[in-house]
């Protein structure tokens, strides 16, 4: 299980112009009151550079008109950015909260940094040590400043502690970063906090996930993110997300719906093809413990060099066309 590197998003945005429900609740009720956010319409930032953004703009100048409309699809919606981990995050995350807090929006974004990432696999990097993660994340939420923001903290970080993919002497040192990092974010007075869970077809029994997420500051942060970067199905992620919730006491949680339009591919996990953008983001979610469908993963970016994509984090216009070309609706 891999997630990307991003730093092509994080050249794009450099390039900028500038609680509980009670169980009588509506579900519009409970959707106006979600993680602050209010209901109806997408209250996320849209980035008006974003590959797709400059694809469609391209493609229409080409003259492939019906190609730009598709991708558009993608273009007009909002993403996630994902700060390189390689770079000082601080300008790519000045330059999206400024034009957010102009618009009167919420910026979303990724913290994708943790020592020993991935497990050396397709997205493999982080931070040298734990201090050098320290000082990235710290930048990282200096930047945020006093805008709306949204922060999914550390894909995979958790779920590979549970399967064991990250060695064990590095779990101590792995949890104890990620409730410093949840505090630290935190004390930016508009921001919010979703550590990554992993996905429903990772680690299936959830109760395995209930002690690690503890351990590496849940209590602290607003809920916890599932599905990043994969293709389970909005409705068997929310069951599953569910069940997570209840035995973390009521958490909230945010749902990655960018590519699960067709749910998954048995046995492909990078770069599947006949796969659909699925549900556009917003708070709207008619369960009162899902905040928000997000699109964490930036669709049309790849996965990683296989099914004849490029390289992890690549933006690969013919994959992200055929996601929109089988979008529903």
């Known amino acids: 299980m891999t997630r990307l590197i991003h730093a092509l998003a994080a050249l794009a945005v450099l390039g900028l112009a500038a609680g509980c429900s009670s169980g009588t609740d509506t579900a519009s009720d409970v959707d106006a009151r979600k993680a602050g956010f209010a209901a109806g319409t997408s209250p996320f930032w849209v980035d008006p550079e974003s590959p797709a953004a400059r694809q469609a703009r391209l493609w229409q100048r080409q003259g492939r008109g019906q190609d730009a409309e598709l991708i558009r699809r993608i273009a007009d919606q909002p993403v996630a950015l994902w700060p390189a981990g390689e770079i000082d995050p601080a300008p790519m995350v000045k330059a999206a909260a400024s034009a957010a807090i102009r618009e009167g929006k919420t910026a979303v974004f990724v913290a994708y940094n943790i020592p020993h990432r991935d497990c050396g696999q ?151 093809p006949g796969r659909a953008l699925g549900t556009p983001p917003t708070t709207g979610t008619g369960e009162p413990v899902v905040d928000a469908f997000l699109w964490v993963k930036r669709p049309g970016e790849s996965d990683g060099t296989c099914e004849g994509g490029p390289a992890a984090g690549r933006w690969w216009p013919e994959y992200a066309l055929e996601l929109a070309r089988n979008a529903k609706g």
């Open 122 to 272: 397709h997205s493999a990097g982080g931070a040298a040590d734990a201090d050098a993660y320290r000082e990235w994340i710290g930048k990282f939420a200096d930047a945020l400043g006093e805008a709306e923001a949204l922060v999914v903290l550390e894909p995979d970080a958790v779920a590979h502690v549970v399967d064991g993919c990250t060695p064990g002497e590095y779990h101590a040192e792995r949890e104890q970063l990620l409730g410093e990092a949840i505090a630290r974010l935190k004390r930016q007075p508009n921001t919010k906090v979703y550590l990554d869970a992993g996905n429903a077809d990772w680690i299936r029994e959830s109760a395995k996930l209930v002690e690690p997420l503890k351990r590496a500051g849940i209590e602290q942060a607003d809920g916890f993110a599932l599905n990043v970067s994969n293709f389970q199905t909005t409705e068997v992620t929310t069951t599953y997300g569910v069940r997570l919730a209840e035995a973390l006491g009521g958490k909230h949680f945010v749902v990655d719906t960018s590519r699960n339009g067709n749910g998954p591919l048995p046995g492909v996990w990078c770069n599947p």
